[in-house]
């Protein structure tokens, strides 16, 4: 049996297409953008394109993400923290702790012994410690996103960003440059500052294994900086970008066997 | 019931009775009604008179002072303007300062409220500020508060604080005829007022039946369904217009059957000992009791939470905090233990202000607080 997951992000789309017998057949991504509903709408015919799959085969849609309620062809909607739980349980089963970390949004979900949500952690208005912090610091320092894991690997020092907001904190790489700071320290500091910013919503409450999905989990770095705060290894969710999409298929074929 | 508000209290002044602001729960109305005066609230709920507050006030304030200021500066509360005193109380900082800043054009009677709840001391210099309202309302408006006056006023905020429990005991069944939301807008911002007390009974009749199982095809609208996820919900006040969090907790799954906030059960819990020898100090103790989180420790309200949770046999507990204050902030720590650990439950805290631009957020919170709950129910 086929089923569908929607993720309608703040910063990028995702589809995922699950076989109940042979996991995910096929995904998409696409960056997010007006007209979401369509853009959602576009790239899910395009992935079943891809996986060879006619639209009536697919027996369920859930779509998660800040956007899942724009998603008309969605059967219903399940909210990305009990997705991103049950995406990150179908690669790592005993996963106790996951992390994301997507384009506005910051999330900690512990897990129980049963395998479902038992609490969260959620940023609310601010976006430090965010995608979208790493990405004002890449235009900022005139560098592409995917290279900020290589620069931070060749810093000595790592700066001190003391800002948790990302609009001080812009004001305050500026400062760091105009002062000759070595750019790779700044994105060092910066990585630092976002995962103690993950540390705190963390609290005492780290349960192993910790799992780390979401784009930010792409960026090369991110989950060394994290294991560092942390404490503990952190594994990176096979194609992290996708787990709320899979998470969201999933709970779709288990919605579609009721 | 907000309708008969401003008319009432027109036609009080034209009477000649005089309107007094509250803006606490710690006041006790039964003081100025015994004064023969009408007792309104003027808790500030509405985001647009934040700005015109935010010209003298700090903005990283919590948005109840803000909004409350703001209506005294642009003048565009009509209780306040009829107000001819405004009774201000020493609860938390940001209140206190701000209450200097509206004495400078009302007359503003602060209450000094201790707050080492627990003290013999407490009680004694609660009973003294309650005895110097009292005698500062008398001179204030030429009056003589009686005992039987006293007395009487009892009475009547007994009986107006028992109906307003029974009307919130109708959430206690499986499917209650209404909303929390619905419920909190049948609270009215005037005590004492008969025809406030009419309506109450008229709804406990209502709605207290539906509970009961009988089918009624006048219903609220908003009937629950046993679906829902029970929530209690606690944490700050929410003035009138601030209802934004529980309208987001009910659009998406959740049904607040009890509200241990100061615009819910808090205040009502308690009544005055009628048969005490003296009614004053009964009125002090009542009203000391209140479990606001300036008291430390405030160890009445955790008991409150563990006894409402029973009572209304709830799924979860969300915990509102207005940004910035700082004692319901710092006490959601110790919420958190007894929901978490002592109750079982799920816990979830919600901090924001006035400003709608984090809904879709706090919405996605509350949805997976809910799923969770389900999760757990399966």
Redesign the interface.
């Known amino acids: 049996m086929i089923s569908a997951g929607i993720d309608a992000g703040s910063r990028a789309i995702k589809v995922a297409l699950y076989d109940s017998e042979r996991g995910m057949i096929a995904s998409g991504v696409h960056d997010q953008g007006v007209e979401q509903a369509t853009l959602a709408l576009r790239l899910f015919e395009r992935t079943l394109v891809e996986g060879g799959v006619r639209r009536d085969d697919v027996r369920q849609v859930v779509a998660t993400g800040y956007g899942r309620s724009l998603i008309s062809i969605a059967d219903t909607t399940v909210t990305e923290i009990t997705c991103h739980a049950a995406g990150v349980r179908h690669g790592v089963p005993d996963a106790a702790t996951v992390i994301d970390i997507g384009g506005q949004d910051s999330k900690v979900v512990w897990i129980g012994s049963n395998g479902k949500v038992r609490d969260f952690e959620m940023n609310d208005r601010c976006a430090a410690g965010t995608g979208r912090f790493l990405e004002m610091v890449a235009s900022r320092l005139g560098v592409r996103l995917e290279d900020l894991g290589e620069m931070a690997g060749r810093s000595l020092q790592a700066a001190v960003i003391s800002s948790m907001c990302a609009v001080f904190a812009e004001t305050e790489i500026v400062g760091l440059l105009a002062s000759g700071v070595r750019p790779e320290d700044i994105v060092a500091g910066v990585q630092a500052s976002i995962a103690r910013r993950i540390g705190g919503m963390v609290g005492r409450g780290v349960a192993a294994p910790v799992v780390f999905t979401g784009g930010v989990a792409m960026v090369p770095g991110m989950e060394a900086a994290l294991a560092e705060v942390l404490g503990c290894e952190v594994r990176i969710a096979p194609q992290p970008q996708m787990t709320g999409a899979l998470g969201a298929a999933i709970l779709a074929a288990g919605r579609a066997s009721e | 019931m907000l309708q008969h508000c401003h008319a009432y209290a027109v036609q009080a002044k034209r009477d000649g009775r005089k309107v007094v602001g509250i803006l606490c729960e710690f006041t006790p109305r039964e003081l100025i009604l015994a004064a023969g005066g009408v007792p309104v609230c003027l808790c500030g709920g509405s985001a647009k008179t934040i700005p015109a507050a935010e010209q003298e006030l700090p903005a990283n304030l919590c948005p109840l002072i803000k909004s409350t200021y703001g209506y005294c500066v642009q003048k565009s509360n009509p209780f306040l303007e009829m107000a001819d005193l405004v009774i201000a109380e020493t609860t938390c900082d940001g209140k206190k300062k701000m209450y200097e800043l509206m004495g400078r054009t009302r007359p503003v009677h602060v209450l000094e409220l201790p707050q080492k709840v627990e003290d013999a001391d407490a009680a004694e210099h609660w009973y003294r500020e309650i005895q110097k309202l009292k005698g500062e309302l008398e001179r204030r408006f030429g009056v003589e508060i009686t005992e039987c006056k006293l007395r009487e006023a009892i009475r009547l905020m007994n009986r107006e604080r028992g109906l307003r429990r029974q009307l919130a005991e109708v959430m206690k069944c499986d499917s209650p005829a209404i909303t929390g939301r619905e419920l909190i807008t049948l609270k009215s911002s005037i005590s004492g007022i008969p025809a406030d007390l009419e309506q109450y009974e008229k709804a406990i009749a209502r709605y207290g039946t539906a509970a009961n199982g009988v089918d009624d095809t006048r219903l609220a609208s908003g009937a629950a369904k046993r679906s829902h996820a029970r929530v209690l919900l606690t944490g700050v006040p929410m003035a009138h217009g601030a209802e934004r969090v529980l309208e987001i907790i009910e659009q998406n799954g959740g049904l607040v059957v009890a509200m241990e906030n100061c615009t819910g059960l808090k205040p009502i819990l308690e009544d005055v000992d009628e048969t005490a020898a003296d009614p004053l100090r009964a009125i002090a103790e009542k009203y000391l009791h209140l479990p606001c989180s300036v008291m430390t420790p405030n160890r009445r309200r955790m008991e409150s939470i563990r006894g409402l949770a029973g009572e209304y046999r709830v799924d979860c507990v969300i915990e509102l905090i207005w940004q910035a204050c700082l004692t319901y902030d710092v006490e959601a720590r110790r919420v958190r233990e007894v929901v978490?650990q002592e109750l079982g439950l799920?816990y979830l805290r919600i901090?924001?202000d006035y400003s709608p631009?984090?809904s879709?957020?706090i919405a996605?919170?509350v949805?997976?607080l809910f799923?969770?709950v389900r999760?757990?129910r399966a």
Do not use: K, L, N, V
Request: charged share 50%; net charge negative; proline share 6%.
């Open positions: 978490e799920p901090e924001t631009s984090d879709a957020r996605t919170r949805e997976a799923e969770t999760g757990r």
